[in-house]
């Protein structure tokens, strides 16, 4: 089945070692997105690639980053995690962006704790 | 910039009784309006999602839910809850204008009892 998967699903760091989050995908889908929802929030989105375009909310703190190397492969790098970066972090795709029908696909999750 | 308001945060409901789930948005452009479903452990997944024409739009597991747009609201219901749709549930609206970015509210937890 075609789906979006997330390697870790947990994942445990130490305060200010850098980690990185792992996405990928088999729909073969232009864009790429990475959310953060942390304990009884709303997902919110961080930033996301249209193909090979990053496009970064203007919220989205500088120890956030993400590399997509290819279609299939989209990364997460939290450069020096806080205890305030622990959440769950989600990634989703979607064919296109902006056509009416557009639906976004998520992966399960991946669960960060900063110890 | 839109918001979407979801003003329980839980919901408990018996098995077998019929169930609403509130949403309000505000936005100054028009926008497209969605529910997703997140199961423990698991990521987001479309219940159903409203573009256009009728406002009473049908989703998986039996859900349906209705657009008003005089009321700003999307709520979502169901007429017999089963155990299995114990879940979080969330509201999410898209600007029509273009792009693909989604805002969520914040959730309301169904806990369905027997």
């Known amino acids: 089945d075609a789906m979006v998967i997330q390697n870790p699903r947990y994942q445990v760091t130490q305060f200010g070692k850098p980690v990185t989050l792992s996405c990928s995908q088999t729909?073969?889908?232009?864009?790429m997105y990475w959310y953060q929802q942390k304990s009884s929030q709303a997902p919110k989105l961080l930033f996301h690639y249209y193909d090979k375009d990053f496009n970064n909310e203007a919220d989205t703190p500088d120890n956030f980053q993400s590399r997509r190397p290819n279609t299939s492969f989209c990364f997460l790098d939290i450069r020096s995690p806080g205890l305030g970066d622990a959440a769950m972090y989600l990634c989703a795709t979607s064919r296109d962006v902006g056509s009416p029908g557009e639906t976004q696909y998520f992966g399960p999750g991946t669960r960060l704790l900063v110890l | 910039a839109q918001s979407v308001t979801q003003l329980d945060s839980q919901v408990p409901v018996f098995e077998e009784a019929p169930v609403e789930l509130r949403c309000n948005y505000s936005s100054s452009v028009s926008v497209y309006l969605f529910w997703y479903v997140q199961y423990p452990n698991q990521g987001l997944q479309l219940l159903l999602k409203?573009?256009?024409?009728?406002?009473l739009v049908k989703g998986i597991n039996g859900f349906e839910a209705e657009f008003n747009k005089s009321q700003t609201s999307f709520h979502l219901r169901k007429p017999s809850v089963h155990i299995s749709d114990t879940a979080e549930y969330f509201c999410?609206?898209?600007?029509?204008?273009?792009?693909?970015?989604?805002?969520f509210g914040t959730g309301t937890q169904l806990k369905v009892e027997l």
């Open positions: 409203y573009l256009s024409g009728s406002t």
């Open positions: 729909l073969n889908h232009n864009v």
């Open positions: 999410a609206v898209r600007e029509t204008g273009g792009g693909n970015k989604l805002t």
